[in-house]
Each structure stands twice: as structure tokens, then as C-alpha cells.
């Protein structure tokens, strides 16, 4: 199976960014529909945003316009640009890979994926 491993995380200020990144082993990322999701402190994890296969991409409300994400398939790697930081992103970071087709409507629900990173932990301060 694959194996995710986050890094990228860190402790900003408000307005920062940061890039995220996932490696992939064992298997072509490019096999994989991959996502983004985190967890803030009291609250479930919330899907952030997805890639598939072909490119498409899928993002949370709260996040558009200041998250992108990216794959590159010959690295093996995912990746998360993230901007205009607020305290409200402060999370723990996860990426996910699912081998499953998966609607795009349907791509931030963590119910389809798979296969889970650890988690790299985002703080962002005031």
C-alpha cells in the first residue's frame, strides 16, 4: 500500500504562507486521487482540497483563493501552497490518497480516501 509522509508545516504569523508537501512511496502518485485535509483543535477533520487523476482540482470554501494545490508525478509528491494565513487555518495538515474513482462533488469527504499521512502541524499566530 502507499505511504504518506507530511513535511512542509510550521509556526507563522498571520498574513504568512507556507508549501506543504507529501511524498509518496511504493506507488505512482499518479495512480492516486490525493487530497488535503486537516483538523483543527475541537473540531473534525475537514477536507480541504483534492486532485485527481486527470488534474482537477477541488477546494473548501474557506480556503479558495488562498490554497493551491499541486502534484508532480515524477516526484512522487503533492503539495499544498498555502497563503494569507489567518489563526483560523492553525491544524494539524494531513494528506490522503484514495485508488478509487471519486466524484469531485464527493472529493472532500475523508470517507474516500484510503491511505493517511501523520500530519504536519500548521500554527499560525496574531
Known amino acids: 500500500q502507499v505511504q504518506l509522509v507530511e513535511s512542509g508545516g510550521g509556526s507563522v504569523q498571520a498574513g504568512g504562507s507556507l508549501r506543504l508537501s507529501c511524498a509518496a512511496s511504493r506507488y505512482p502518485y499518479s495512480n492516486y486521487h490525493v487530497g488535503w485535509f486537516r483538523r483543527a483543535p475541537g473540531r473534525a477533520r475537514e477536507g480541504v482540497a483534492s486532485i485527481g487523476r486527470g488534474g482537477s482540482t477541488t477546494y473548501a470554501d474557506s480556503v479558495k483563493g488562498r490554497f493551491t494545490i499541486s502534484r508532480d508525478n515524477a516526484k512522487n509528491t503533492l503539495y499544498l501552497q498555502i497563503n494569507s494565513l489567518t489563526p483560523d487555518d492553525t491544524a494539524l495538515y494531513y494528506c490522503?490518497?484514495?485508488?478509487?474513482?471519486?466524484?469531485?462533488?464527493?472529493?472532500?469527504?475523508?470517507?474516500?480516501?484510503?491511505?493517511w499521512g501523520q500530519g504536519t502541524q500548521v500554527t499560525v499566530s496574531s
Open positions: 490522503a490518497a484514495s485508488q478509487r474513482s471519486i466524484l469531485l462533488s464527493q472529493s472532500l469527504q475523508e470517507g474516500k480516501y484510503d491511505y
